[in-house]
Structures are given as structure tokens and as C-alpha cells.
T-cell receptor, first 111, second 114 residues
């Protein structure tokens, strides 16, 4: 039931792009993306709802492929502030709106 | 709005002791949940509530109790602390509606059981 995130870790140079994937074996109702910095609480990035909607915020965007039950988070022209661990949380239909989280993707952006 | 608040920020317990982690939110959110976060394990759901008087178990409920007597408060009780419960605990809340809304996290409680 836990979604699978890939890759587990990414190291980038400032300005490079990255893609983080989140896959589920169950039919998804929504996918939530959060970023967590060391010692802090997770911070909301965006929600993708069933329907293949693509969202964006600054240079971070995401898509939701309903056929594949997969969401991808796109980070373009990465900045040092993008460093942290990215988590996807998935909500499945009929699961009482519980959010189940992937194990996270560690992203390090170096100068 | 204070958002989601948690107390204490840090706690050290001896094996067998009991304690309550406090969580409160002032956003009138129906949905509240407790997670524990261990290195390499992500966020695991302990218990959750969809409204006052309604609670249910998550993925890792053993050793923990919850109650929800008001919309604002959702305390987590450790009945008899064990070293395996050493972790960072996050409380979170969000709106319940047909559509899905973002979840707000508290700052966390770092618990060590010796």
C-alpha cells in the first residue's frame, strides 16, 4: 500500500534539473508532495488530484498519470534552497482519506 | 492563526513510563493524525481522527492511544514507553471535503526512551 519513490537520492549542481517519481499499486485519488529539511516538519508543495492535472509552483511542477497510478515531481534550474527530502503522500479511494507516505527522496543541490 | 502546535518539543522517558504528547490546531480542521518518523522509514501513520469523537488506527498503532473530545485537540498517549518508541512524532491536520486539501504539520516532538 505504501507508494514507491524513486530515486532514493539525487545529487545536483545548482541549475540542473531533476525528476522524482511516486508510484502506487492502488488506484489513487490524490497525490501530495512535501519537502522536509533536516530537523524540521514537512512543508507542503502541491496536491495532484485524479484527472491527470499538472500543477506548478515557481520552477517546481508535478504531473499525475492516472493510467500508471504515478506522479512525477519536476525540479528545474535547481537552487540551493531545493535541498531536502521530498515525500509523496497518496490517498486512495475508500481508504477513509488516509495519507500514506513514501520513504522519501533525498536531494542535495551543490554550488 | 498558530496553526498546529505540539508540546513538548523534546522528551526523555524511562522504559515503562507513560506520557501524553499534546497536539492542538486552531484552523477548525476535521481531520487530524499522528505520525512517527524514524530514519529511513518515512512518515508512518499511528492514529487518525475524522472528527470529534471518531478515531481509527493507522499503520503502527500498537502501544499508543488517542482520543478526540474536541475539534481542536488530539493527544497521543504512550501507555508504557519502550525503546522502540524512540522517534520524532508529528501531529498534522487538514480539512475534510470532497476534494483533497493540504495537510499542516506541527513542529514535532523528539522522544527518547532509555
Amino acid at each position: 500500500q505504501q507508494p514507491v519513490q524513486s530515486p532514493q537520492a539525487v545529487i545536483l549542481r545548482e541549475g540542473e534539473d531533476a525528476v522524482i517519481n511516486c508510484s502506487s499499486s492502488k488506484a489513487l485519488y490524490s497525490v501530495h508532495w512535501y519537502r522536509q529539511k533536516h530537523g524540521e516538519a514537512p512543508v507542503f508543495l502541491m496536491i495532484l488530484l485524479k484527472g491527470g492535472e499538472q500543477k506548478g509552483h515557481d520552477k517546481i511542477s508535478a504531473s499525475f498519470n492516472e493510467k500508471k497510478q504515478q506522479s512525477s515531481l519536476y525540479l528545474t534550474a535547481s537552487q540551493l534552497s531545493y535541498s531536502g527530502t521530498y515525500f509523496c503522500g497518496t490517498e486512495t479511494a475508500g481508504n477513509n482519506r488516509k495519507l500514506i507516505w513514501g520513504l522519501g527522496t533525498s536531494l542535495a543541490v551543490n554550488p | 492563526n498558530a496553526g498546529v502546535t505540539q508540546t513538548p518539543k523534546f522528551q526523555v522517558l524511562k522504559t515503562g513510563q507513560s506520557m501524553t504528547l499534546q497536539c492542538a490546531q486552531d484552523m477548525n480542521h476535521e481531520y487530524m493524525s499522528w505520525y512517527r518518523q524514524d530514519p529511513g522509514m518515512g512518515l508512518r501513520l499511528i492514529h487518525y481522527s475524522v472528527g470529534a469523537g471518531i478515531t481509527d488506527q493507522g499503520e503502527v498503532p500498537n502501544g499508543y492511544n488517542v482520543s478526540r473530545s474536541t475539534t481542536e485537540d488530539f493527544p497521543l498517549r504512550l501507555l508504557s514507553a519502550a525503546p522502540s518508541q524512540t522517534s520524532v512524532y508529528f501531529c498534522a491536520s487538514r480539512r475534510m471535503a470532497i476534494t483533497s486539501y493540504e495537510q499542516y504539520f506541527g513542529p514535532g516532538t523528539r522522544l527518547t526512551v532509555t
